[in-house]
Structures are given as C-alpha cells and as structure tokens.
C-alpha cells in the first residue's frame, strides 16, 4: 500500500489566491483527517470526515476554509481566497475505524508545505 | 478539545542513556491515548495505542505506561540512539485526537 499521498508537497500562492489540497486516503479506511501545523499552535485538527460525511469542522478556521470529501478515495481541503498566516503544513491522515481499540491509530501523509506571499 | 500537556518540550540524552517523559491528560470523557513519533522532515507514525487502565506496550526499546484515573502517560526510552531523535507526540482521543504540543529528543553520540 502506498500509505496516504497528499499532493502537491509544496505550493508557494500569492495572497488572495485560491489553493487547494488534496489527498487520497488509505484503501479501506473510512475515516479522514485534516490537521494543520504550525509553530505556534503545533499539530491542530481542522476537520474530519466518517464514510464521506464530515462530522466535526470545528477547527476550521473561518470560512475561508472549506472541505470536501467526494468519494472514499479522495478529498480535499480549499483555502480561498489565501493569507499569509494560512501558511503552514497541512497533513491528511486516514484511519480504519472512526471509533474502537487499537484501529483509532491513524496514518499521517507525508504533508504540503504552503507558503502564501 | 481536550487539553493535552507534554513535558518537558526538549530534552537532551547520551547515547546509551535511557529517558522517559509525561503526557498528561484529562481523565474524564477519556477513550484512548496514542502516542507518534515525528522526525524532522516526515510524517507522525503511530507508536502505540493504549486503552485500559494499567496498560503497558512495548515496541523495541520503547515503552509506554497509561494511567487513565490520574490522567498520565510515560514513554520510555531505553539505551537511546542516535535514531530515536525526534519529537513524540500524545494524543488524547474521545472521538477524535487531541494533540499534545510534544517532546523533542535529541540523542548525541
């Protein structure tokens, strides 16, 4: 298994531009993970997805923000228009189970490295 | 969210040394506690994940303890390398992962 891929690894946008990430999950696993981290604030949830359905975006920032989740194998996170201080790696992890023992553990994509000028 | 609280933020050891540190979280709407490794430059991997009161894992020279009613969590590192150096991250879940802001490990040879 190729383990989650995240593209691109790097995107360096002018503000105000609009950026968009995208990541597919693990073959199998029904849960989806967006986390952003940043020095100051470290590793932050930002949304979730159970089955496609998003069930927690409370950490989204504002409503620049936005998620989606059009099938099991692919998502992506949407910035529009783009800050400065959205700049951060932004990491999509999957997990086989959303709840129950030791399938909660979640596996981390290698993450896109944003810059916004 | 939950507060999740590591310490310390870094720490250096010889090699050969062994090392541990705290997790702390709270102990009530608790289901799980993770720990990660994250190196420099990767992604966080999983290390354990531990439920029970009492529980104990162990993964080469790296183990973890879990208090659920006192609300801690100890990592072990036992005869570090040079290759353990990373930051290890807890997370608390109750549906979903509180992060902690985590340990960095620096091991000199």
């Known amino acids: 298994d190729a383990g989650v891929i995240q593209s691109p690894r790097h995107e360096v946008t002018e503000m105000g531009q609009e950026v968009t990430l995208r990541c597919k999950p693990i073959s199998g696993h029904n849960s989806l993970f967006w986390y952003r981290q940043t020095m100051m604030r470290g590793l932050e949830l930002l949304i979730y997805f159970n089955n496609n359905v998003p069930i927690d975006d409370s950490g989204m920032p504002e409503d620049r923000f936005s998620a989606k989740m059009p099938n099991a194998s692919f998502s992506t996170l949407k910035i529009q228009p783009s800050e400065p201080r959205d700049s951060a790696v932004y990491f999509c992890a999957s997990s086989p189970s959303l709840a129950g023992g030791d399938y909660n553990e979640q596996f981390f994509g290698p993450g896109t490295r944003l810059t916004v000028l | ?109």
């Open chain 2, 1 to 109: 969210i939950l507060n999740v609280e590591q310490s310390p933020q870094s720490l250096h050891v010889q090699e050969g040394d062994s090392t541990n540190f705290t997790c702390s979280f709270p102990s009530s709407n608790f289901y799980a506690l993770h720990w990660y490794r994250w190196e420099t430059a990767k992604s966080p991997e999983a290390l354990f994940v531990m439920t029970l009161n009492g529980d104990e894992k162990k993964k080469g020279r790296i183990s973890a303890t879990l208090n659920t009613k006192e609300g801690y969590s100890y990592l072990y590192i036992k005869g570090s390398q040079p290759e353990d150096s990373a930051t290890y991250l807890c997370a608390a879940n109750d549906y979903k992962l509180s992060f902690g802001a985590g340990t960095t490990v620096t091991v000199r040879a």
